[in-house]
């Protein structure tokens, strides 16, 4: 079995768990999070959130990245090394980033697009009630109004950095992006908590109101946890393969948990209470919430133009870290599979992210007449990948692991080199009982939630 030194990988511990965490933290963590934690009642589905991180979200990136570093491989040929049989949960597993990546793109060009609009002064044009579905529907005219022209440079910029190799590209971006991420959230959360009327907002993100418990802020909680620390797409995998032997698995990916739920809580904290106390805009769910909504509350604020480029700025580098792993885990399964030179695979990823891409940038427009499963493109690749794929990915992970190569397999490695391996004891559990149990929850939840016969 290859190993990350043999192959290329990151330099150290610290680039390994920023690249990572990178990948975790995404627009899911500054649209999704904010906006399930206001639907399911703030503070309660903060504390559930956190309970599942520790339950099952460590125990699932520990197995991803324990997998990808003993087989030194990506997802279709490390489930191959596991055994012949497993091959086609690689296989599958493959085909998630290979269509998440493109859709992601566009939302990426959508946040650059913005950014842009109030880096240069027009910020307050966005928050007109049309601008968003006129961009988004490419009916506004000009190269630079076009959602194609923001989704191509945005899918270059992603593709440039994976380009550079894994640790003069991914690594190098993410040592920059995540420490500035990081600083711009919490400068922008401590201009959010001077508003006038905070208070009330701050305490329904962060008191718990048992009254507002139910099995749908769990649902919700494992849904966004599943989301969020990008697991079930192979990206866990093929970055665990370039993980260095000493490298403490389970730490690591305690680390990588904490950072990724604790810009979750940020992002909560900047957008919640502050859309609480500007209740007369209204709070919408996915990009409604940062495309049509946030235009709004800035435009509301003092010095909103400047709060709205600081905004989108953190959204963009949050969106880049995350497609940047997506292409990596793409380029990683062509090199290894099919022996493909790094430029080679690149350029295969890229045609496969604008041929997909064409089809939700045009989804909502010209191409609006087409709609898969009564969807719209984008929304139909967001479907079938969080709703039903990733979880049946998830849940074969644990399966696998946990009956047919025994979760010892994971622990042999995470030991490695002397390391210990603190959850020994109650791991097999959680990888054979657990996180099963959880991920077909989710799974029969989002295929009823389509059919409408059950709504979380």
């Known amino acids: 079995m290859e190993h990350a030194a043999s192959r290329g990988g990151f330099s150290g511990k610290m680039g390994f768990i920023l690249a990572a965490a990178g990948s975790a933290v995404g627009l899911g963590n500054l649209w999704r999070f904010p906006y399930l934690a206001e639907q399911y009642g703030g503070g309660i589905f903060l504390l559930v959130y956190l309970i599942l991180v520790i339950v099952c979200g460590v125990s699932l990136m520990i197995t991803e990245l324990a997998i990808g570093r003993r087989t030194g491989k990506s997802c279709i040929d490390a489930f191959l090394d596991l055994g012949e049989r497993n091959k086609y949960v690689g296989w599958f597993i493959a085909l998630i980033p290979i269509i998440i990546l493109p859709y992601y793109c566009v939302i990426g060009g959508w946040v650059t697009k913005y950014f842009v609009e109030y880096a240069i002064g027009a910020g307050s044009d966005l928050a007109s009630g049309s601008y968003f579905n006129d961009f988004m529907s490419a009916s506004m005219g000009g190269v630079f109004d076009s959602p194609l022209t923001w989704f191509l440079i945005y899918a270059l910029l ?14 190098r971006v993410s040592k920059f992006m995540m420490p500035a991420l990081l600083i711009l959230l919490v400068g922008m959360c401590v201009y959010m908590l001077t508003l006038p009327g905070i208070m009330d907002g701050l305490g329904f993100y962060l008191v718990p109101n048992f009254d507002d418990f139910s099995m749908k802020t769990v649902l919700g909680a494992m849904g966004q ?32 948990c904490l950072m990724d739920t604790s810009v979750a809580f940020l992002s909560g904290l900047m957008i919640v209470p502050a859309v609480v106390i500007f209740s007369d805009v209204g709070l919408s769910s996915g990009p409604g919430l940062m495309f049509n909504t946030m235009p709004l509350v800035f435009d509301s604020m003092p010095a909103g133009h400047i709060i709205g480029a600081a905004f989108f700025l953190l ?40 041929c997909l891409g064409v089809l939700s940038v045009f989804g909502y427009g010209p191409l609006s007449g087409i709609q898969p499963l009564g969807m719209a493109f984008l929304d139909f690749f967001d479907f079938i990948t969080n709703s039903v794929m990733m979880p049946i990915s998830a849940l074969a992970i644990c399966l696998i692991v946990g009956y047919i ?21 109650i791991y097999p559990v959680m990888v054979k009982v657990v996180c099963p149990i959880f991920m077909a929850v989710v799974l029969v ?11 979380i």
């Open 225 to 256: 946890l599943f989301y969020s620390l990008s697991l079930a797409m192979g990206i866990m995998i093929t970055y665990g393969s370039y993980m260095r032997k000493h490298v403490n698995i389970e730490r690591s990916s305690q680390t990588i």
């Open 315 to 354: 959204a963009m580098f949050a969106a880049l870290t995350s497609s940047i792993s997506l292409a990596e885990t793409v380029v990683s399964i062509f090199k290894d599979r099919w022996k493909w030179k790094r430029l080679i695979a690149c350029g295969a990823c890229f045609a496969i992210m604008i």
């Open 158 to 171: 992603t593709i440039l950095v994976v380009a550079f190799s894994v640790e003069k590209g991914v690594e």
């Open 445 to 455: 939840t989002g295929l009823l939630s389509y059919f409408g016969i059950y709504s």
């Open 405 to 425: 190569i025994k979760p010892r397999f994971i622990i042999e490695e995470i030991e490695a080199e002397g390391n210990r391996f603190q959850m020994a004891r």
